[in-house]
């Protein structure tokens, strides 16, 4: 059963601090690595796509890396606001076509 | 580009009801997935469409689900006789290829009572 591991489950930071967020899977054979953010009672927004070739990717305050050697990718958030304050969900594309997901990291940015 | 969308946002049902969700995916999208999430859980794959056809479905989905896409447009998720464990959020995503990004739509919230 492919499996995916998200820690720390919650985290509470200070508005301005740097962050990483941990993601890893048992599955080597994955295609894509997509994080995503949710906000409470919503639908997921897609942040950062990295695909099987790739190493990392970057938007904005966001940077995705991903090692498929070792299973595990990381979302690293620079200069972390209250706005950037949801849930944050790893998934990845296996030899199907569907997304398996971790349980999320819940992220409270504080003033 | 509307986006993905699904309606209705809520449905609350009696146990043993039936209920039909619908989603419109992006509309160059030919790959549509319906999803459940539980609360503090991520989602759970239960279905996938290319075009019309159901290509693969969850052992989650049990012979009360039934989805489909008659059109290789919008989809429909039915879920007949409802019990109280079939209370979560259903999302429906789409993609134009099984290793491109997925849209999602923002969900439609069951409440079995």
């Known amino acids: 059963k492919q499996e995916v591991t998200q820690i720390p489950a919650a985290l509470s930071v200070p508005e301005g601090e740097n962050l990483v967020l941990n993601c890893s899977f048992t599955d080597s054979a994955i295609y894509n690595l997509q994080w995503f953010r949710q906000d409470p009672g919503k639908g997921l927004t897609s942040l950062l796509l990295?695909?099987?070739?790739?190493r990392e990717q970057t938007s904005g305050r966001l940077n995705a890396s991903l090692d498929k050697s070792s299973g595990r990718s990381t979302l690293y958030i620079a200069a972390s606001q209250p706005g950037d304050s949801a849930t944050y969900l790893c998934a990845h594309t296996g030899t199907a076509s569907k997304l398996t997901f971790g349980t999320g990291t819940r992220l409270q940015v504080t003033l | 580009d509307t986006g993905v969308s699904q309606d209705p946002r809520h449905k609350i049902t009696k146990r043993g009801q039936n209920v039909t969700f619908r989603c419109d995916p992006i509309s160059e999208h030919n790959r549509l997935y319906w999803y459940r999430q539980t609360l503090g859980q991520g989602p759970e794959f239960l279905t996938y469409f290319q075009n019309e056809a159901q290509l693969e479905k969850s052992r989650l989905l049990s012979d009360r689900f039934s989805a489909e896409r008659p059109k290789g447009s919008f989809s429909t998720l039915e879920i007949q006789r409802t019990e109280q464990g079939d209370s979560a959020m259903y999302l429906c995503?789409?993609?134009?290829?099984?290793?491109?990004?997925?849209?999602f739509g923002p969900g439609t919230r069951l409440t079995v009572l």
């Open positions: 990295i695909q099987s070739s790739q």
């Open positions: 995503a789409s993609s134009s290829e099984p290793r491109r990004d997925s849209s």
